[in-house]
């Protein structure tokens, strides 16, 4: 004959019993640092990005430059060969108009985000990002943008050292 449990036995918890200190509670706050190793390839792409450049890494075999820089070629498998600086300009790839922020809240004035292909790397070659300076009625595939850096001085070695990519207006490029 098997035993079956139809009800746990005990009282449930619910937060008005730690808040209400009916039980028990310790308050405990980890100190859990943890550093992380971005790469050979990243941790250049980031270093130059704080300096308000744009970088990739070119492969001798197939002749692409690639960006966001990577030490391997997976079309030739082979290492790559030269770092090379490429353009802040570029093409919107594709984009998205959002109406959530970054924490899933609802917005009334969309955010754009998308792939930006960047100019003097190969074909396709991008980076995701947001685009600003441009309304959901203007933006589109194929649009040239360039990018908005924030102040040298706020620069932290992030891709949101650029803050966004925005239109390339006359004689801009
Ligand atoms: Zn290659």
Known sequence: MTARVDRWPGVELGPKDIEGRV?????????AKFAWSAGEAMSRFLAELQRGRLIARQCNTCRRILFPPRMFCEECYRPT????????????????????????????????????????????????????????????????????????????GSVLDIEYFRPVREGGR
């Open 23 to 31: 039980v028990t509670s310790v308050r405990y706050r980890p100190a």
């Open 81 to 156: 060969d030269a770092w090379v600086y490429v353009r802040d300009t570029g093409t919107i790839e594709t984009y998205s108009v959002s109406y959530l922020d970054t924490d899933a809240r609802r917005i009334t004035e969309p955010i754009f985000v998308g792939v930006v292909s960047i100019d003097g790397a190969s074909p396709r070659m991008g980076i995701m990002h947001y685009f600003g300076e441009v309304t959901k009625e203007e933006i589109r595939i194929g649009m040239p943008v360039q990018a908005k850096w924030r102040p040298a001085e706020d620069r932290v």
